[in-house]
């Protein structure tokens, strides 16, 4: 199985920005979906964004406009720019690839991100 290393988390203010990395231990190009997911105390864990089966990134509607999701192939890496964070941001931030017909689906171990008011 692919290993993911979540890195970036951290406190933050309302208002403020943070990058969040995750490194692949492989080509992440052997993946249909890269993706960000979070998931806050007592919540169950949510797509923030992805790359799914295209070069185009996929957000949910509450970080639309906000987060911006990247990559960068040469160095195995995905990237979640978040900006504008808000409290309701706070929350374990997870890397996840998926390939189906791989049979794999990984998960990183997460970074927390905390956003404060």
């Known amino acids: 199985q692919v290993q993911l290393v979540e890195s970036g988390g951290g406190l933050v203010q309302a208002g403020g920005s943070l990058r969040l990395s995750c490194v692949a231990s492989?080509?992440?190009?052997?993946?249909?979906?890269m993706g960000w997911y979070r998931q806050a105390p007592g919540k169950q864990r949510e797509l923030v964004a992805g790359?799914?089966?295209?070069?185009?990134?996929n957000y949910a509607d509450s970080v639309k406009g906000r987060f911006t999701i990247s990559r960068d192939n040469a160095k195995n890496t995905v990237y979640l720019q978040m900006n504008s964070l808000k409290p309701e941001d706070t929350a374990v931030y997870y890397c996840?690839?998926?390939?189906?017909?791989?049979?794999?689906?990984?998960w990183g171990k997460g970074t927390l991100v905390t956003v404060s008011s």
């Open positions: 492989e080509s992440i190009l052997r993946f249909a979906t």
């Open positions: 996840n690839a998926k390939n189906s017909l791989l049979h794999v689906d990984s």
């Open positions: 790359f799914f089966s295209g070069s185009t990134g």
